[in-house]
Each structure stands twice: as structure tokens, then as C-alpha cells.
């Protein structure tokens, strides 16, 4: 990938946008082309220079303004935050007349010092080649790291950042560096070039282990990351970064089970003799089964808990090293997270939320819908399910495997209110009587049978009393969910990071959010308030 980049970057006229697509690197890992990256003062002689811009550092538009022209020139004039493009691109452009004007006149003292008295030169002092390729050969390089967070720092117009070099008219270059594909991270209004793609493979075997190898000196560690290698990439491709940080949690449950031997320095635990230290331990096929055995469960519970960070490394190394309680070893477990503190709206909301990120719209109906069912009570969808429910079609990936959708905060509302409505406890007035209703006591007597009018008209009214009762909650209910405490909730739900806003925070219609829970929690959570979470998901999770 580096010598791609530069030898894009090295073309003249060098690409004015770049994609670089890295799903299986992280930001901080990227392999860079062999340029300057800083600037000592704005008449700097070196003719490769290189910018990087976190996206998540420089969240606003005056940080990241302000943040470019400081690596542009550090020791300039006028350190003023820039707070608009204009402002930003006017002091752009003054930067670039003065380091073009710097390197001119320096190219100039250079071609006197080497031009030859016979050799003519024109009337600006060079020989008319020398100062056009010594611009050719000057590169600019802006690389924003991390661009899809771009539409949250300047909001749908953040297509401005793909013509800096045309709407500026300073010759640069914009590497986009993104672990999203490019049709994710595009504007939406369609208005940016198309950008050179580049992508960057996932590290090779060889990579990988050229990179760990030299972590320690210990004679199982190859065989320990030839282990770990086999089980991991043939399930995904996490960066180098990923594995060293697998690696560092389950070699001290790897090698916890070793005799005293010469290396074993170098796991950072003592000689028990150190005037006579062991023997080097020898390596033998029972051995590599063995502790290939016990690494098992550690390296299952690695990919499923450690790997997404549902778990800290420190946690998951105490709680599956083995343990011998009176010679008999104990059961190794991963602690369960704390029990979100939730009230019972706020669960609810998760519960709707998460069958929105994973039910298609047109399942709505079936699954939420409430009809009127026999003798005035209310049944919920109408018993209608599709054919193979919790199957898919042939060549259709499954919603559960490609994670939550976003959809829109009308559609949480209207779910939220049909399992609030359903499930929710109501108040002793607004509950359904259960019993018939008791004759009074100046119609007992010889008329103890009542008539079929009389009956008729009991019914009626039982049925009446519910359908107002009916009525009433529904209306309690429509009433909460437009109700101003209820919206607060969603806020909070995302600053615990339990719900994700997808659209632009100063958009105000058309809103769109996505749950970021997992199925165990939000089952737990439908358990709670007493109903099976199943019964709502349109592929059920078997």
C-alpha cells in the first residue's frame, strides 16, 4: 500500500482525493508513504510534506481548521482560530504564496550557484527548467484519518473537504482514510468527485508473526502464536494490534500450567532455587496437547468477550486462570457484567429499539399489531407469522448477522407504544374485570334465573365498561409517549451508549437511530418485564 500511495502521490500532477479503505488496520497502524510529516516553518525546504488529522481530535470545524494550518505553519503569524471556510482558505492560500515565493527565490540561488558561465540563462535567473520541476516535485499532503466521522464535524456539507485543492487553488493532495467502503462514507447529496480507491489488505501470516516473534524469548511462544494465528484468522482478520492484545491476555493462561524450568524468567516469575537454576523445559507433543487443551475455553471466550471489548483483559486473565480448591479444580467462569440500573420506560425503549434495528418495517403489523379479539379483550398480532419463522431464504444473510439498521425515531415511538400497551402494568381502575357482575340483593328472591334481555344486557354493559377502560389506557399511553419525559430518555439512553444517533445532531426531522444492544441483554431485559422478546423478532434467534 505505501508504495502505491507514493507512487500516486508522486505523479504529476498528483490525485486531489484519495480513498484509502483499511477494515483490517487500525488508524494509528497505517503503513505512510516516506514523506515529512511536519513542518518546521513555512519556508521549509523539504519538498514532501505530510498532515495527519484526527477526526476525533479535532471534532468541530474551528479545531479542524485551526489544527491544519497549525501543522502548516507552527511558527507563523496570526494564530487566530478560523472558525469558517472562508477564513481557512484565505490563510491557505497565504501560506502557499509565501512558501511557493520562499522555495522560488531559494531554487533561484541555487541554479546561479550551479549554472556554468557559458551556460545562458533567461531573465529570471534560472535556465527556464529548474524552477518547473522543482513545483512538480513538491507534494502536499493532507490525510484525514478516521473520515466518517467527517458528516459529524461539518454536517452534510463536509464535501467541501473533497475539492480543498479546486475551491482553494493550492496544490494538494486529500487522503481519506477510512475502515467504512467508500459508499458508506460518501456525501449524501452526491456532490463529491470520485476518489482514487485504495485498499489496504489484511496483514499476511508472515506479517503478523514477523511483528510478535521477537515479544519474547520464550521457546513456546512461536508455538503459542501459531495456536493463537490458526484459531483467529480463520474466524476474522483483526489487525496486528487485535492479536497482540489477545495474545498478551491468554499467555499467562497458556503458561500457567508449566513446571519450573530455565525460561520461565522470562514469564517474570522467580527461580525456586536461583543458585541452581531448572532445566530448559522439553518440548514434546503431550506437552502442545496438553496446553492446547486447557487454552480452549480462554481462546473461545477470547473471540466472543475479549476481542469486541465486552470484557477488560485484566478481568478475563483472573477469571480463567486455573484454580485448585483442596486438589480439586474449580470451574472456570467470565464475570457478568453489572445489571444496568433501568426504569421500566427506559427498558421498554431498548426492548422497541432493538426490534426495530433488527425487524423489517413490513413486519410491523404482524408482529405489533392489535386487533380486537373475543368477548371485547385485545389480541396481539392476529396469530399471523410467515412461513419457516426464524428462517431465511437461500442466499439472504440473516439481520442478526449483519447487525443493527437505523431506522426512524416515529417508528421506536409507535413500537414502544404497542409493547408498552400490551405488557405494561395498568391500575387497579384500568384493569378488566375478571368476574361476571354480582346481582344485587333487592332482585334476589323467586326471579333468581335471570332472563335472556337481562343477560344480553349484563354482557353489553361489561363490554362497554371495557372497551371505555380499553380506551382509557390507550389514551395514558399515547399521552406518555409524546410526553416530554419520555423524549429525554432517548438522550440518555445514548449517552450510555445504549442507543446511537445515525443522523446529524442539528437535524430535527427525519431522525434516524440504532440500538446498540446485543440479543442476551434485550431477552433479559423483555424477561423482566414479563414477556418473551421471540415472539417480536421477525427471524428468531435459535
Given amino acids: 500500500m505505501t508504495s502505491t500511495l507514493e507512487m500516486l502521490l508522486s505523479t504529476s500532477p498528483a490525485p486531489s482525493l484519495i480513498y484509502l479503505h483499511h477494515p483490517h488496520h487500525s488508524f494509528t497502524s497505517l503503513p505512510l508513504p516516506s514523506f515529512s510529516t511536519s513542518s518546521s516553518s513555512s519556508t521549509s525546504s523539504s519538498t514532501?510534506?505530510?498532515?495527519?488529522?484526527?477526526?476525533?481530535?479535532?471534532?468541530?470545524?474551528?479545531?479542524?481548521?485551526?489544527?491544519?494550518?497549525?501543522?502548516?505553519?507552527?511558527?507563523?503569524?496570526?494564530?487566530?482560530?478560523?472558525?469558517?471556510?472562508?477564513?481557512?482558505?484565505?490563510?491557505?492560500?497565504?501560506?502557499?504564496?509565501?512558501?511557493?515565493?520562499?522555495?522560488t527565490s531559494k531554487g533561484k540561488g541555487k541554479a546561479k550557484a550551479k549554472a556554468?558561465?557559458?551556460?545562458?540563462?533567461?531573465?529570471?535567473?534560472?535556465?527556464?527548467?529548474?524552477?518547473?520541476?522543482?513545483?512538480?516535485?513538491?507534494?502536499?499532503?493532507?490525510?484525514?484519518?478516521?473520515?466518517?466521522?467527517?458528516?459529524?464535524?461539518?454536517?452534510?456539507?463536509?464535501?467541501?473537504?473533497?475539492?480543498?485543492?479546486?475551491?482553494?487553488?493550492?496544490?494538494?493532495?486529500?487522503?481519506?482514510?477510512?475502515?467504512?467502503?467508500?459508499?458508506?462514507?460518501?456525501?449524501?447529496?452526491?456532490?463529491?468527485?470520485?476518489?482514487?480507491?485504495?485498499?489496504?489488505?489484511?496483514?499476511?501470516?508472515?506479517?503478523?508473526?514477523?511483528?510478535?516473534?521477537?515479544?519474547?524469548?520464550?521457546?513456546?511462544?512461536?508455538?503459542?502464536?501459531?495456536?493463537?494465528?490458526?484459531?483467529?484468522?480463520?474466524?476474522?482478520?483483526?489487525?496486528?494490534?487485535?492479536?497482540?492484545?489477545l495474545s498478551q491476555s491468554l499467555w499467562r493462561i497458556y503458561t500457567s500450567t508449566l513446571p519450573p524450568h530455565y525460561s520461565m524468567i522470562h514469564l517474570g516469575l522467580p527461580y525456586p532455587d536461583p543458585a541452581n537454576?531448572?532445566?530448559?523445559?522439553?518440548?514434546?507433543?503431550?506437552?502442545?496437547?496438553?496446553?492446547?487443551?486447557?487454552?480452549?475455553?480462554?481462546?473461545?471466550?477470547a473471540i466472543e468477550n475479549l476481542l469486541p471489548r465486552q470484557i477488560g483483559s485484566y478481568e478475563f486473565t483472573q477469571a480463567l486462570l486455573p484454580k485448585v480448591q483442596n486438589g480439586i479444580p474449580l470451574t472456570r467462569t467470565l464475570p457478568q457484567p453489572p445489571a444496568m440500573d433501568l426504569s421500566t420506560v427506559e427498558k421498554f425503549l431498548l426492548v422497541a429499539?432493538?426490534?426495530?434495528?433488527?425487524?423489517?418495517?413490513?413486519?410491523?403489523?404482524?408482529?405489533?399489531?392489535?386487533?380486537?379479539?373475543?368477548?371485547?379483550?385485545?389480541?396481539?398480532?392476529?396469530?399471523?407469522?410467515?412461513?419457516?419463522?426464524?428462517?431465511?431464504r437461500v442466499g439472504k444473510v440473516p439481520q442478526r448477522l449483519l447487525g443493527p439498521k437505523p431506522f426512524p425515531i416515529d417508528r421506536l415511538l409507535a413500537l414502544f407504544s404497542s409493547l408498552y400497551a400490551e405488557h405494561a402494568e395498568r391500575p387497579e381502575d384500568l384493569q378488566a374485570s375478571l368476574g361476571g357482575e354480582s346481582s344485587s340483593s333487592g332482585e334476589e328472591g323467586d326471579d333468581w334465573l335471570p332472563s335472556v334481555a337481562e343477560q344480553s344486557a349484563k354482557v353489553e354493559s361489561k363490554r362497554k365498561r371495557d372497551n371505555e377502560r380499553e380506551k382509557r389506557w390507550d389514551d395514558s399511553v399515547e399521552e406518555l409517549s409524546m410526553s416530554v419525559k419520555l423524549w429525554g430518555l432517548i438522550p440518555q439512553l445514548e449517552s450510555q451508549g445504549l442507543l446511537k444517533r445515525i443522523s446529524p445532531i442539528d437535524r430535527l426531522d427525519n431522525i434516524m437511530i440504532r440500538c446498540e444492544i446485543n440479543y442476551d441483554t434485550a431477552k433479559n431485559l423483555a424477561k423482566d418485564l414479563k414477556f418473551n422478546l421471540d415472539e417480536y423478532l421477525y427471524e428468531a434467534v435459535m
Fill in 353 to 392: 429499539g432493538y426490534t426495530g434495528s433488527y425487524n423489517p418495517p413490513k413486519s410491523d403489523i404482524r408482529l405489533f399489531g392489535r386487533t380486537a379479539g373475543v368477548e371485547g379483550k385485545r389480541k396481539k398480532g392476529g396469530g399471523m407469522r410467515r412461513a419457516g419463522y426464524g428462517r431465511v
Fill in 48 to 103: 514532501n510534506t505530510l498532515f495527519k488529522i484526527d477526526t476525533v481530535e479535532y471534532n468541530t470545524p474551528r479545531l479542524f481548521f485551526s489544527g491544519i494550518l497549525n501543522k502548516l505553519d507552527p511558527i507563523g503569524e496570526g494564530q487566530e482560530e478560523i472558525q469558517t471556510f472562508d477564513g481557512f482558505a484565505q490563510r491557505l492560500k497565504l501560506w502557499n504564496q509565501a512558501s511557493t515565493s520562499a522555495s
Fill in 277 to 301: 537454576p531448572p532445566a530448559e523445559l522439553e518440548i514434546t507433543i503431550k506437552l502442545l496437547t496438553d496446553l492446547k487443551h486447557r487454552l480452549s475455553l480462554s481462546l473461545a471466550s
Fill in 116 to 245: 556554468s558561465p557559458g551556460t545562458k540563462v533567461n531573465g529570471n535567473g534560472t535556465n527556464g527548467h529548474l524552477e518547473e520541476q522543482d513545483e512538480h516535485s513538491r507534494i502536499i499532503v493532507l490525510l484525514i484519518t478516521r473520515a466518517e466521522r467527517l458528516r459529524l464535524v461539518f454536517g452534510n456539507g463536509w464535501s467541501l473537504m473533497t475539492r480543498l485543492a479546486e475551491l482553494t487553488g493550492v496544490p494538494l493532495s486529500v487522503v481519506l482514510c477510512s475502515s467504512s467502503p467508500w459508499d458508506y462514507t460518501r456525501p449524501m447529496r452526491g456532490d463529491a468527485p470520485e476518489p482514487i480507491h485504495v485498499y489496504l489488505p489484511a496483514p499476511t501470516r508472515e506479517e503478523i508473526l514477523s511483528t510478535l516473534t521477537p515479544s519474547s524469548p520464550h521457546p513456546l511462544w512461536p508455538r503459542f502464536l501459531d495456536l493463537l494465528l490458526s484459531t483467529i484468522l480463520s474466524l476474522c482478520s483483526p489487525s496486528i494490534e487485535e492479536i497482540q492484545y
